[in-house]
């Protein structure tokens, strides 16, 4: 059994020998990990990795196979050439009028007149007015205000219900890109006087709904589908729920997400729905079949109105680099509709703990894989690899409708795997043991001045230590008592030549001499006078009285000096500290038994 026993003992020894390594680098990789990822964290709370985030987003919008143009939409553009042959800039209310009478006979499900008639343009206002308050399946558009009483917006045509009145305005991300819809939203209050009359879309008090969500609750109405709110405020469409984005939900940081939002799932670049020109709708071009039950939205598309966005579709194109608005409407309804008649997912997004969990362990991924290769080549491929299978998960994800981080990721694959790099090279460089043996260095001798300390410590604590310090304390005492003494007779001091004392008179013409002796030392000494001579008076007072026969001073100091050297000899080199002390004391003691 015993035998058996060592031997297990060796086998676990030798494991845990082996296992070392192992450990070692686990715990690299784990702190340098634990590093990466809360420092990508931090900077997407404040907003830094948001850039490039949404780059990524916008190239997997343009990676996406396009969708076929949805049939339940028409959109019917305000060309440039339209313009030119009705030879009017803007058109007028009787040309709308006119269009809106045509449409209607082919009797549309919905028609979205997305141009601002807030004011009469040309002739035709009453016609204008008694189409748009006789036909109820037209949905007209103003614009809200954005608190700025030199911007009080832009009330809806006349004549038309709140109902059939939605808003036009876009949440735009900067740098221009259009990738968030608003669905509806309360008015901003007007800060200041404005000079401005007050109307719907400057209400402060009134929930507005958006042109497009207006539209989509018209069709799904003849689908016998009826929106609601549940408790949590989400909007929901029959089954369908329409996630209300976050400030931080994809790759936003801190995005303003006012009102209620959602993130727009393009259908394609430009073809949305079937497109036809006003021209065609006058001159009767279009098939009925493209009208009946369809949502008709109408519309500017040419530039010159200015009613454009730049899009995720926008970036490395000369030409068509901007949607126009009426084309952005048809987007987010063919998106709700699709969402709900097609099962066509809405933008998911993961909590902010499963987007940690991603980061770091991509984070982990990097370091495990840089720390278990050493030739250059193989790790660039297998990072490579890495970076497209990290791309290619993330493009997985958004086609199934999910929108995870990319950039964060990615970034902590490569800061990973380049820190353990770098710290394996290091180490091997010997520059990591340089620096670890002059940290070790700096501990060790703080740690032996603090050793020092405490032998000092126990030196002034000891019994032998306060012995001395008694003795040294009625030294100093006895000096004290010799210098309060009355000073001999000037004419004794003042003596020539002192001659040998006798028996009677011995003490007192022996201090005598010793005064003289310590006025010498005092103009030999300026500094330092009083000090010497007092010590030269106590130490040779201390002498008389032992010669008197009283005490036994020498006697006294031999045996401390003994003590000393005797504790001397037991301390080693790092107790010198005690030694000086010892030293001192007993070197005062010498002193007086010499001046004697």
Not at 111 to 130: A, Q
Request: glycine share 8%; hydrophobic share 40%; with cysteine.
């Amino acid at each position: 059994m015993t035998k058996i026993f060592n031997k297990m003992r060796s086998a676990v020894a030798q494991l845990s020998q082996m296992s070392k390594p192992s450990l070692f680098l686990a715990r690299s990789v784990l702190i340098a990990s634990a590093a990466v990822t809360l420092s990508l964290v931090g900077g997407r709370q404040l907003g830094i990795l948001e850039p490039i985030e949404l780059t990524a987003y916008d190239q997997m919008v343009r990676w996406r196979p396009e969708s076929k143009p949805d049939s339940r939409l028409l959109v019917v553009g305000i060309t440039e050439a339209d313009i030119q042959k009705l030879k009017q800039w803007p058109i007028s209310d009787r040309k709308i009028a006119e269009i809106l009478q045509k449409l209607e006979k082919m009797q549309p499900a919905v028609i979205g007149l997305d141009v601002l008639r807030d004011v009469p343009l040309g002739d035709g206002r009453e016609e204008l007015s008694k189409v748009l308050q006789k036909n109820d399946r037209i949905i007209g558009v103003c614009l809200v205000t954005d608190g700025n009483p030199n911007n009080p917006g832009s009330p809806p045509p006349p004549g038309m219900s709140e109902n059939r009145v939605g808003f036009a305005d876009f949440g735009v991300d900067p740098g221009g890109i259009l990738r968030r819809a608003l669905l509806f939203m309360k008015p901003p209050e007007i800060q200041g006087t404005s000079l401005a009359e007050k109307h719907l879309c400057n209400d402060s008090s009134k929930v507005l709904f958006s042109f497009n969500l207006q539209l989509t609750l018209r069709y799904l109405q003849g689908q016998k589908i009826l929106p609601k709110l549940a408790p949590d405020q989400s909007l929901w469409l029959g089954e369908t729920q329409l996630k209300q984005l976050q400030t931080n939900d994809g790759g936003y940081s801190n995005a303003d997400v006012r009102g209620y939002q959602i993130l727009i799932n393009y259908r394609g670049r430009q073809q949305v729905a079937n497109q036809v020109t006003i021209t065609d709708i006058l001159e009767g071009k279009v098939d009925p079949n493209l009208v009946r039950d369809k949502i008709v939205l109408i519309g500017y598309t040419t530039e010159t109105v200015k009613d454009y966005f730049y899009t995720p579709y926008s970036a490395q194109q000369q030409n068509n680099q901007f949607m126009p608005g009426i084309v952005a409407h048809a987007q987010v309804i063919s998106q709700l509709l699709s969402a709900v008649l097609d099962q066509r997912p809405m933008f998911w997004f993961w909590p902010e703990w499963a987007e940690v969990l991603w980061i770091a362990g991509w984070s982990i991924v990097g370091g495990t894989v840089a720390s278990r290769m050493a030739h250059p080549a193989h790790l660039v491929l297998a990072f490579g690899g890495l970076l497209s299978g990290c791309c290619a998960i993330g493009f997985g994800i958004f086609m199934l409708g999910g929108w995870v981080p990319v950039a964060a990721p990615a970034l902590a694959l490569i800061f990973t795997g380049g820190s353990i790099v770098s710290a394996d090279r290091f180490n091997k460089a010997g520059y990591g043991k340089a620096i670890s043996d002059r940290v070790k260095q700096v501990f060790k001798i703080e740690i032996d001045q603090a050793k020092k300390e405490q032998q000092v410590a126990e030196i002034t604590e000891s019994e032998f230590f306060k012995e001395l310090q008694q003795k040294k304390d009625k030294l100093r005492l006895s000096k004290k008592e010799t210098s309060e003494q009355p000073p001999a007779a000037p004419e004794e001091i003042t003596a020539s030549v002192p001659s040998m004392p006798q028996a009677e008179s011995q003490p007192d013409e022996y201090l005598a001499q010793l005064q003289q002796k310590a006025k010498q030392q005092k103009q030999r000494a300026a500094a330092t006078a009083a000090e010497n001579a007092s010590k030269t008076a106590g130490a040779i007072d201390a002498g008389a009285v032992s010669s008197g026969g009283e005490t036994k001073p020498d006697e006294e100091f031999s045996d401390l000096q003994a003590k000393a050297k005797q504790m001397r000899q037991r301390r080693s080199e790092e107790k010198k500290i005690k030694d000086q002390k010892i030293d001192n004391l007993a070197g005062k003691e010498d002193l007086g038994g010499k001046e004697e």
